[in-house]
């Protein structure tokens, strides 16, 4: 039976460009989940004066198109300034390999999406946010659901491990369901960190562990 890719999904897919990661990268990113079959990380090097990105590199979690689609997109945005990488589309990602099956389009969506978010994580963290929306506990949830529970491979919010979160004054502080001396609470707290405190107005993440 034949393979449902086209020779240039599983060219790439075989011989993957810019795998890896980047050592003290400007910016990065995860989206997906291993539990759910997909996750890709996407990690970025930015020319701080003309914010073209330098160098780019993905982790992939998953299917052919997964593997694929991150490294297509890798090659799409490499050299590009931040503003044309932003435009960069699903429905392109998949025309540079040739199309893809209908059921993996969400393999293209996702390689998309962490661009994007690895780009969103440079901007917050180097002050370039043009709309300024103000931080509130239904955003900083969000943001929860970009962090992975290691014991169970899903997000915070849907394994139910966040229990409170207050919003004040700059203050951002969040209560995890897990002992302070959990194997994993270091790892949760610096990704949670991550993702909350390059928000333009939070002066502090504050993350905290039931006993």
């Known amino acids: 039976m034949p ?15 810019n795998v890896g990661q980047i050592k003290d990268p400007d910016a990065k990113s995860v ?7 997909d996750m890709v990380a996407v990690y970025l090097k930015v020319d ?16 052919a198109s997964n593997i694929a689609t991150g490294s297509i997109i890798t090659e799409m945005a490499k050299g590009k300034t931040l503003e044309q990488a932003k435009q960069i589309t699903w429905k392109e990602a998949s025309n540079e390999l040739g199309g893809l099956p209908a059921i993996k389009t969400h393999c293209s969506v996702l390689a ?11 901007e917050e963290r180097h002050g370039l946010v043009k709309e300024r929306v103000p931080t509130t506990v239904e955003l900083v949830r ?17 394994t139910k491990l966040v229990k409170k979160i207050k919003v004040s004054d700059g203050v951002v502080w969040i209560v995890i369901d897990l002992p302070e001396d959990h194997q994993f609470a270091a790892n949760i707290r610096e990704e949670i960190t991550e993702k909350i405190e390059p928000l333009w107005d939070v002066e502090q993440t504050v993350v905290e562990f039931l006993e």
């Open 3 to 17: 393979l449902p890719y086209s020779e240039i999904v599983m060219e790439h897919f075989r011989n993957p460009r």
């Open 31 to 37: 989206e997906g989940s291993p539990a759910c079959g």
């Open 48 to 63: 701080e004066e003309t914010h073209h990105i330098s160098d780019i590199k993905f982790e992939s979690y998953g299917c």
């Open 112 to 122: 998309v999406d962490g661009l994007r978010a690895a780009i969103q994580n440079y």
């Open 142 to 158: 969000k943001r929860l659901k970009r962090v992975m529970n290691p014991i169970s491979g899903l997000d915070l919010v849907r």
